[in-house]
């Protein structure tokens, strides 16, 4: 379990970036953080590997208040997965892998098979171990992260928008691959987003933010969806559900659903129960 207790983050200019935040994260769960641009979530990240370190209060994991652990040994414990994948370009996609196992000790031939079986986990061909990133696509870029992530065999992982930069088809892959991966490893995941639909997706639990990292409601989605905590909530769930919002158009015997952008979203066949 991660432990977030009154913990504050003032920048030195004096931005107050997270401003007395409690919160349990349980084990082997996925906790989503979710909120607009500003309100602190990859500040709340950092924290936990102390790429940042608070002003005041203190993050326990399992009980041990990580102030009084060294950054390194503490960030080779933890996976961390950026936007944009993060991956040193002039390093084959095996060796991006490995580094940090092979930093570890492990031998050269365990961590190539290793970094091979994670290539299957993540739903990679071995064929690209001998690629180099940038003769991947942006989503298989992602995945070659998440793999990397996971080569430590890491108790918790660090998400920060790992799906923001790829389009939506490559998404909606991605996020059954994590759904899927997750199932498999159950790792302490803590993913940050600002997309509601993929918090409620991903989220065991769920954390809605705002600025300074206050919590305005946590809980499981459906309990979130159920019973918004506040118009502030309500107007964050709303406001994508209103985006998504599908209408109706009707052509020559078919009734086509056209998102906001546009796009059919499917058809309804004449005659179909609820048309
Ligand atoms: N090194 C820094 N120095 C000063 N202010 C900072 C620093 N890093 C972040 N901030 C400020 O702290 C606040 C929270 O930033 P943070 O990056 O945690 O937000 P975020 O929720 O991840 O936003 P986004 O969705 O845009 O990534 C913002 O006002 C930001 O400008
Ligand atoms: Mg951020």
């Known amino acids: 379990m991660i432990e977030f207790r009154s913990v504050s983050k ?3 200019d004096g931005t107050i970036a997270v401003e007395d935040f409690s919160l349990e994260l349980p084990s082997r769960r996925t906790t989503v953080l979710v909120g607009s641009s500003g309100s602190g979530k990859t500040t709340l990240l950092r924290m936990i590997n102390r790429m940042v370190d608070p002003t005041s209060g203190t993050i326990e994991i399992d009980g041990e208040d990580i102030a009084r652990v060294a950054p390194v040994p503490l960030r080779r414990r933890i996976g961390y997965v950026l936007q944009n994948s993060g991956l040193l370009p002039h390093r084959k996609v095996v060796d991006n892998i490995t580094t940090v196992p092979l930093l570890e000790g492990v031998s050269k031939r365990d961590a190539r098979a290793r970094a091979l079986e994670l290539l299957d986990t993540v739903g990679l061909d071995r064929g690209l171990a001998d690629r180099y990133p940038s003769q991947l696509s942006g989503g298989q870029q992602q995945r070659v992260g998440v793999a990397r992530a996971l080569a430590v065999d890491p108790n918790i992982m660090l998400m920060d928008e790992p799906f923001g930069a790829v389009d939506p088809i490559v998404r909606a892959d991605l996020q ?6 997750q199932r498999q490893v159950a790792k302490t995941i803590v993913f940050v987003t600002h997309d509601i639909d993929e918090a409620f997706l991903l ?6 933010l705002e600025q300074r990292a206050r919590i305005a409601q946590v809980g499981s989605p459906a309990e979130i969806l159920a019973n918004p905590a506040s118009d502030f909530v309500a107007d964050f769930i709303g406001a994508d559900r209103g985006r998504r919002a599908l209408r109706a158009v009707h052509t020559d015997g078919r009734t086509v659903l056209i998102d906001r952008d546009g796009r059919a979203a499917g058809v309804l066949l004449e005659g179909e129960p609820g048309e």
Do not use: K, T, W
Request: aromatic fraction near 6%; proline fraction near 7%.
């Open 10 to 12: 003032r920048f030195p």
């Open 176 to 181: 059954q691959e994590l759904i899927r991966i």
């Open 203 to 208: 989220g065991d639990q769920v954390v809605i």
